[in-house]
């Protein structure tokens, strides 16, 4: 029997949400070598972890199983904060590490197989809209899990993911911000677009940040039917991060997206992502949080 | 009729599932004319994927008219408010014969700009 072809892929220390998601991506298309079996996470050199690299990296571990192939991490490598980290939100408990969650400001780390209503609610109100982090009703708290909501829900209908939906966040006391990222490893939204615009002989040519656009026009959804219509969730989701200084980013395929106070623009990306990120960003400043522009 | 929704779905209205339970009780009384009166006193989580299922898709069948004048929300709050309006605004916009053909030459315009 042939040895297994074995990667040691070293995460870097990144701290910028775009050059996260390259290097992602760039790990995602490590699982399409036919001959590599076992990719051997090294922290050596990773001295910080933002959520979106914990819910992605998840992601990634689960994918690598998924094919058949493993990613085993090595602990030692790791940094005393990285791993603090790492334990504090579930991440190292998911995968074998001995030591139990606790609070602080992280926002767990969660897999989701399947679209679990409560589960979901409750990680949204109680672990990310945190009562210690931030003193709003619970209307309020409701509303902007809502809100939160269609993120989840858009990534379970949509994304046909075998490996699930990933989030983690973290709460910034210092910025007085609240972050959650959401990973899911699927078909993406580019590529959901162009198979519902298919009747069309030159789909192919629309490149995945039209797409993407295409996908952000309040009323438009690949899941709309001449009974139901669709399509308000991005939207909705949209509205909300600009009317309260937030901020959404997505990417998708090689398409990202950002929607803040000053509108929406939309860019190629260098790389291409398998899935859709979302990067949930908001201030929890005591401000009044508002949910529809006068 | 008389809905309490706490009653019928929970805290809240969220998922699709939800709203076409909701779409299935409500429909036949509009469809008959009646006055079709629903309670969220309770309820405190509003989504649109409920929304479009369990209102949206009656302006499929029914004229808008019909619905805001038959259908009667109470004790909704202002996010609540704000869904429902939208989720009606958004169903009314007439989808049947949608020419994907126009569509994507529309979007390869837009590419073409971008690239000029």
Not at chain 2, 71 to 83: A, C, P, Q, S, T
Request: aromatic share 10%.
């Amino acid at each position: 029997m042939a040895n297994p072809v074995y990667t040691i892929i070293k995460i870097p220390n990144i701290n910028e949400l775009s050059a996260d998601v390259e290097f992602i991506a760039a790990l995602f298309s490590c699982l399409k070598h036919p001959h590599a079996s076992i990719f051997y996470l090294d922290f050596a050199h990773c001295k910080f972890l933002g959520p979106f690299a914990v819910a992605a990296l998840g992601a990634f571990i689960r994918s690598a199983i998924d094919h058949g192939k493993s990613a085993p991490i090595l602990w030692q490598t790791l940094d005393r904060k990285v791993l603090s980290n790492l334990c504090q939100n579930g991440f190292a408990g998911s995968f074998g590490h001995t030591s139990p969650p606790w609070g602080g400001n992280s926002v767990p780390y969660k897999e989701y197989k399947v679209q679990d209503l409560n589960s979901i609610m409750s990680y949204l109100n109680d672990n990310l809209l945190k009562k210690d982090w931030i003193n709003f009703d619970e209307n309020v708290k409701e509303a902007i899990c809502g809100r939160l909501w269609e993120i989840f829900a858009n990534a379970f209908e949509h994304s046909k993911s075998l490996v699930g939906v990933f989030s983690c966040g973290q709460q910034y006391p210092v910025k007085k911000q609240l972050v959650l990222s959401v990973v899911d490893i699927g078909v993406g939204i580019p590529n959901k677009v162009r198979n519902f615009l298919d009747e069309s002989p030159r789909t192919n040519e629309l490149r995945d940040h039209v797409c993407l656009q295409w996908a952000f026009r309040s009323g438009n959804s690949t899941a709309a039917t001449v009974r139901v219509k669709r399509g308000l969730g991005l939207d909705l989701l949209r509205e909300f991060v600009a009317i309260n200084n937030g901020s959404l980013e997505i990417y998708s395929g090689k398409a990202r997206a950002v929607a803040d106070r000053n509108g929406l623009a939309f860019e190629e990306t260098r790389t291409f992502f398998p899935g859709t990120v979302v990067n949930f960003r908001m201030l929890c400043d005591g401000r009044v949080y508002k949910f529809a522009s006068s | 009729m008389k809905i309490q929704l706490l009653d019928l779905i929970g805290p809240r209205c969220i998922i699709a599932e939800d709203g076409q339970k909701l779409y299935d009780l409500v429909f036949p009384s509009l469809s008959r004319g009646e006055d079709v009166i629903l309670n969220f006193e309770g309820v405190k989580g509003f989504a649109s994927p409920f929304f479009n299922f369990a209102i949206g898709q009656l302006v499929s069948s029914l004229d808008i008219s019909v619905i805001r004048s038959k259908l009667h929300f109470l004790n909704i709050n202002e996010v609540g408010k704000i869904v429902v309006e939208r989720v009606l605004e958004n169903s009314s916009i007439q989808t049947t014969g949608v020419d994907f053909r126009k569509i994507v030459d529309e979007l390869l315009a837009m590419q073409q700009e971008e690239n000029d």
